[in-house]
């Protein structure tokens, strides 16, 4: 993974991760860049999406009318607010961290008050917490339900969005993305996670960066990783 990934973010400014899975076989394959540690920016936006779902089920209750309306502008269209209301109602940071717990997040910690597109990751975790969305691997926390949700709403994000992962698919892809100018440097946060299908087989990618002078050269990175990553665990590395 390393040098495939190498040779295509030295062509890039920034700092990269990746991580894959292929699901017809569980090979996997992560690279780390630094310290491997980045803001989510709005991809935190399907970890607090399970969160709600997690306190429904243990309340062993459906959504409500107004939590389904904030889920869907916050995952299909990364509506912000709807984020915000969602992240308050839910307990921040504290809130975010037990779910990473139980869904087996490591390395991800809630961004300090409202500031939840400042949560730090991995591309590790979000392999690990695209594994809980799909139904990938063993110790499963999300009802076969939830799921379902959480599937459908990322496979329907608005077409403007539908970057980054998906550029390595044959179509169909269920994603989200993430994007953030930090005020401090000037320099721009770029990630994508979600499940891919490349020649009948499916791949869950998720690429986290930060460092590229502008929103398209993120968008570049993210999506050369990508493409240079799901071979490796496809056998055409």
């Known amino acids: 993974m390393a040098k495939a990934v190498t040779a295509v973010a030295q062509r890039h400014e920034g700092e990269v991760s990746v991580a894959v899975l292929n699901e ?3 090979t996997s394959a992560s690279y780390a860049s630094g310290d491997g540690t980045y803001d989510t920016a709005s991809i935190v936006k399907v970890g607090v999406l399970a969160m709600l779902l ?3 089920q243990d309340e062993g209750r459906a959504l409500t009318t107004r939590e389904r309306t904030c889920a869907t502008a916050m995952i299909e269209s990364s509506d912000n607010d709807a984020t915000t209301v969602l992240w308050n109602e839910l307990g921040r940071a504290d809130g975010l961290d037990a779910a990473n717990e139980r869904l087996g997040l490591t390395g991800t910690s809630g ?3 409202s500031l939840w597109g400042l949560t730090q990751t991995t591309a590790v975790d979000q392999l ?3 594994g809980q969305v799909f139904g990938v691997g063993e110790d499963l926390v999300l009802s076969k339900e939830s799921r379902s ?3 459908e709403l ?3 994000v608005e077409s403007d ?3 980054g992962v998906s550029a390595v698919g044959d179509g169909g892809a269920a994603l989200k993305n993430g994007w953030l100018r930090r005020s401090t440097t000037g320099l721009w946060v770029i990630n994508s996670v979600g499940r891919v299908t490349v020649d009948g087989q499916r791949y869950l990618v998720a690429v986290v960066s930060h460092g590229s002078a502008t929103k398209a050269a993120g968008v570049g990175l993210v999506e050369d990783v990508a493409r240079a990553a799901v071979p490796v665990v496809s056998g055409g590395a």
């Open 24 to 26: 017809t076989d569980g």
């Open 161 to 163: 969005q539908a970057w």
């Open 111 to 113: 961004g300090d008050g």
């Open 154 to 156: 990322m496979g329907n």
């Open 54 to 56: 997690l306190q429904a």
């Open 149 to 151: 949700y959480v599937q």
């Open 128 to 130: 690990t917490l695209l």
